[in-house]
Structures are given as structure tokens and as C-alpha cells.
């Protein structure tokens, strides 16, 4: 039986829908689970427990970046810089993906 490898996937989100899009496919296309922003909101302490929690049990970490900052937290860097930040504070396998589109 192969391994199943739990993808956390990280992001802006309405400028980089369809990125996500291909990378859950991607990632589903190769037998293994994608988790993202889509099974959660990034608003509050709570559920930032919550995308941590997730951020621990991730084999990989992925970062698409495009050319928004996207929300801030109370301590003046966007949720995903947080996510990123975070990921690589535990060693966590970090792939890059950068979207040239800048429309």
C-alpha cells in the first residue's frame, strides 16, 4: 500500500482561486490529501489553533504566491506569511509555487 501524504496548501484566495484549484488537483491526482484554506476561515485565534493543528500533521507545505498580501493579522502580517512563518519554524517540507499573473 502507498503512503498518503497530507499537502497543507497556502495562500491569498481571490486572486489565486484557480492556482488552488490545480494544485488540489494535482495533489488528489497523485492519491494524496490536499488541505487548505477551504475547509476553514483564517478570522479569529480559534480557528488559527485549528490551521495550525493542520500545519502540524502536514507532511508537505506549499505556498502559492502571487501579488497580493492578503488579510493581516493583529500583529501586522497577512495570514499566510503566519502559515508560512509557522510551517517552516517546524522543518516542514516547503515547496514554492509563484503565479505570474499579474492582471
Do not use: C
Not at 489565486?16 to 491526482?29: D, M, N, S, W
Not at 488541505?35 to 507545505?61: C, H
Not at 493583529?74 to 499573473?101: F, M, P, R, W
Amino acid at each position: 500500500m502507498n503512503k498518503k501524504y497530507q499537502v497543507f496548501i497556502s495562500s491569498t484566495y481571490d486572486d489565486l482561486k484557480e492556482e488552488r484549484e490545480q494544485v488540489i488537483k494535482a495533489v488528489l491526482e497523485m492519491g494524496h490529501i490536499p488541505v487548505g484554506m477551504e475547509m476553514f476561515s483564517a478570522g479569529d485565534e480559534e480557528q488559527w489553533k485549528l490551521i495550525a493543528r493542520q500545519i502540524e500533521q502536514t507532511d508537505y507545505y506549499v505556498i502559492i504566491v502571487g501579488h497580493r498580501y492578503g488579510s493581516e493579522t493583529e500583529d501586522g502580517i497577512s495570514y499566510t506569511e503566519k502559515e508560512y512563518d509557522y510551517a517552516s519554524s517546524l522543518g516542514e517540507s516547503v515547496q514554492y509555487s509563484v503565479s505570474a499573473n499579474f492582471s
